[in-house]
């Protein structure tokens, strides 16, 4: 008999995920719960999805619409910091169901799956890495027998008073084996999901990924799910992905959060080739290395609707590029960021502060770089060693270092480097971005886009106030303390 699933995202709510930038918070309709959906739809089973972070749902609002589902099996999704909101909603459906299973996945769990079991005992199960081949067949299994399965690969399990961890499932090789996503499930999508207004050019929109797994190995991500090779969805896939979000759903803005979009050229000519020739009436944005774009590239990419190209820049300073292998220079970086201007482009900066070996001086140089690239926007997060990551591992030694999962949301100081206070980061955070949003030139290039665009007027309104607190650099006295949040 089909089952009915209820796929939810943590209940996280506002202030947890971006603590003194709620003011400026956006949401984003999660492509994973939607792609899990549809592989479920696809299966023959009746599928809800919800997600409670977007919606700003609490533990409470989020189970009562579970339950007034009914279904057989509850699938939460939950980041690191929204972990425990996880095991909070986790716990009322236990409550209220004891004999209905709750199993999660995500980032957090396939980095952490035993020390998440314990942790969080209502959860059953944790499905590890890339969650679609395991999940179809977690179904089949729970069809057939109505029990969870205990030794299906891809999987962390409890054995009585035990945790056994299965063998890793094989990453998917074929992406375009994968259903079309199922977006319709999405109460309210695409018109109640508002993303940052710096990043949409139209109205209505959407987010999608189109690659997974990256070669690079930067110390402080986590390729734990998605593994070190890229694979693509072919062009042809990537356009019917994007042309069923315009035809379907009126989607004019997409935004492709890829790490490693641009990594694969030839598949990004081509893709591209594909909008121009078919006429696609979307405009989209993506994120890309310096080392990985050309200027032809960049000029090809501008005709096919491309607008807004995000850099993760990370620091100024060649030491720390260096010791985090992000192996980029500054050359580079400079070089990229000036042909997206020479090409039309919008450009955005991404930039970590709190290194392993960070000084006075390389929290200086990262300012300086911030001002001197020609860039439109700039992003500015805290170093945090991330489950999964390379520094996750070796943090406490080389600093001070809160490993509360709940405060570990980028923007949060979780961790200090040996030779710097937690004050010392706050304050270099709110220097650099009041020094590049205090500059005429920028103040003038985002007000005539609010007036262009005044549907985004709001947001940019919101975004500015919350940027002009985050410029008060508050005292702090310890890493992740209540008052650095």
């Not at 202030?15 to 003194?20: A, L």
């Not at 890793?168 to 508002?194: K, M, N, Q």
């Not at 929109?205 to 694979?231: I, M």
């Amino acid at each position: 008999m089909p089952l009915r699933i209820t796929l939810v995202t943590a209940p996280v709510d506002l202030e947890t995920r971006y603590g003194r930038f709620s003011g400026a918070s956006n949401t984003e309709p999660s492509f994973a719960l939607v792609l899990l959906a549809a592989v479920a739809r696809r299966a023959g089973h009746e599928v809800q999805c919800l997600d409670a972070s977007a919606c700003n749902l609490s533990a409470t609002e989020t189970a009562d619409r579970i339950d007034s589902f009914a279904p057989h099996l509850v699938g939460i999704s939950a980041t690191t910091v929204g972990i425990h909101a996880a095991g909070e909603l986790a716990a009322i459906l236990q409550a209220r169901h004891p004999e209905r299973p709750v199993i999660a996945g995500g980032c957090h769990a396939t980095a952490l799956p035993s020390e998440t079991l314990k942790a969080f005992p209502p959860i059953n199960l944790l499905v590890m890495g890339e969650g679609e081949a395991t999940f179809a067949e977690l179904l089949t299994a729970l069809e057939s027998t109505g029990t969870l399965p205990d030794t299906l690969a891809g999987t962390a399990v409890r054995r009585g008073p035990d945790i056994h961890i299965n063998p890793p499932r094989e990453l998917i090789h074929d992406l375009d084996s994968l259903p079309l996503p199922a977006w319709e499930l999405l109460d309210g999508f695409p018109t109640r999901f508002h993303p940052s207004p710096a990043r949409v050019l139209r109205w209505p929109c959407a987010s999608v990924v189109l690659t997974r797994g990256c070669p690079n190995q930067c110390t402080f991500c986590d390729r734990s799910v998605f593994g070190n090779r890229c694979r693509s969805y072919s062009p042809d896939y990537a356009v019917r992905l994007f042309k069923d979000l315009r035809t379907r759903f009126g989607v004019r803005e997409i935004l492709v959060e890829d790490d490693t979009f641009v990594l694969q050229r030839r598949h990004v000519e081509a893709f591209c080739r594909e909008l121009i020739d078919q006429r696609v009436d979307v405009t989209w944005s993506c994120l890309g290395r310096a080392d990985r774009v050309t200027p032809d590239l960049l000029r090809l990419m501008r005709q096919a609707g491309c607008w807004h190209l995000s850099f993760g820049i990370e620091s100024g300073d060649p030491g720390i590029l260096k010791s985090v292998c992000k192996n980029l220079d500054l050359t580079q970086i400079r070089n990229a960021v000036q042909w997206c201007r020479d090409a039309g482009m919008v450009t955005k900066g991404f930039f970590i502060v709190g290194f392993p070996g960070e000084t006075h001086e390389t929290l200086e140089a990262t300012r300086r770089v911030a001002m001197n690239l020609p860039l439109d926007d700039i992003s500015i997060m805290q170093m945090t060693p991330f489950p999964g990551s390379a520094l996750y591992h070796t943090a406490a030694r080389t600093g001070t270092f809160n490993s509360d999962w709940r405060k570990m949301n980028a923007l949060n100081t979780v961790y200090v480097p040996t030779g710097l206070t937690l004050d010392d980061l706050e304050s270099a955070r709110s220097r650099i971005l009041r020094s590049f949003y205090t500059r005429p030139s920028i103040l003038l290039r985002h007000a005539a886009r609010a007036l262009r665009h005044p549907r985004m007027g709001w947001g940019y309104l919101k975004g500015g106030m919350a940027l002009l607190r985050i410029f008060q650099a508050p005292k702090t006295t310890s890493p992740g303390s209540p008052e650095s949040v």
